[in-house]
């Protein structure tokens, strides 16, 4: 019998993280999921998987979730990355989702440790989990992250000014990773979605998305397991855009 593949999956309590985690379950996956609320331990139930209150942040529970998913299976095939907007609410989009740089905000008004917080959870949650993970999937002959990004990564928008600098930085980490562990088949790719589901989006700023809605979770997590499988074997340190249209820049 093949041995079921596995994957962790943090920011899983709710949005996108628990949609990914509902699309790795349902193409076979044994899920490992990891939240700061409670929220990610009752999807764990529902799908069959193990689940843990705690915050990537954290060296500390990034260590023991990589622990508790080994103990459990044994392996780890595939690592999601996903920061999420904690316990509030989405943003809500009230106008159009267009370049507008009169609504940006002053980027020289941010404080340095505002920019540290963001390095903290836009780049440096996704080094510290590699830091653990990577060692294991050379060990076992292969393995996939992939980073949840934003289209905001390469069109800056208002309200989201730190995200997208950051998310920038990312994408550079994802290069320079993909560069040094292809050979091992060990990839990391980062997945760029537009506004999702549990955003309100006003109707002028749907107008201004080419296919007029916004994204389900699971579009979202389809993307993710395709990265994490060996249908993607040949891609690595990819960013790929799935934001029904919005960025128009060729790049």
């Given at each position: 019998?093949?041995?079921?593949?596995?994957?962790?999956?943090?920011?899983?309590?709710?949005?996108?993280?628990?949609?990914?985690?509902r699309s790795f379950a349902a193409a076979g996956y044994k899920v490992s999921l990891m939240s700061p609320s409670e929220r990610s331990t009752k999807l764990a139930q529902e799908l069959g998987g193990i689940g843990r209150q705690g915050s990537a942040l954290d060296t500390s529970d990034?260590?023991?979730?990589?622990?508790?998913?080994?103990?459990?299976y044994g392996r780890i095939d595939a690592v999601v990355n996903n920061i999420g907007h904690g316990g509030g609410a989405a943003p809500s989009v009230t106008t159009s989702t267009v370049f507008d740089p009169g609504t940006f905000p002053d980027p020289l008004a941010f404080r340095d440790d505002d920019w540290h917080r963001a390095l903290d959870m836009y780049v440096l949650n996704v080094v510290r989990i590699a830091r653990l993970v990577t060692p294991l999937m050379v060990a076992q002959g292969g393995g996939a992250f992939v980073n949840i990004s934003s289209l905001n990564a390469t069109e800056p928008r208002p309200g989201y000014a730190q995200m997208s600098v950051l998310r920038a930085a990312l994408h550079g980490f994802t290069k320079l990773f993909a560069d040094k562990y292809a050979a091992q088949n060990v990839r990391m790719n980062n997945v760029m979605p537009g506004y999702c589901e549990n955003v309100a989006m006003a109707e002028s700023a749907l107008r201004s998305i080419p296919m007029a809605r916004t994204a389900r979770f699971e579009e979202i997590g389809s993307v993710c397991v395709f990265l994490a499988s060996d249908a993607s074997s040949y891609m690595t340190g990819q960013n790929i855009l799935v934001d029904g249209g919005i960025n128009r820049a060729v790049r």
């Open positions: 019998m093949a041995q079921d593949r596995v994957a962790i999956i943090t920011g899983a309590g709710q949005g996108i993280g628990a949609g990914v985690a990034l260590e023991e979730l990589v622990q508790d998913t080994r103990k459990a």
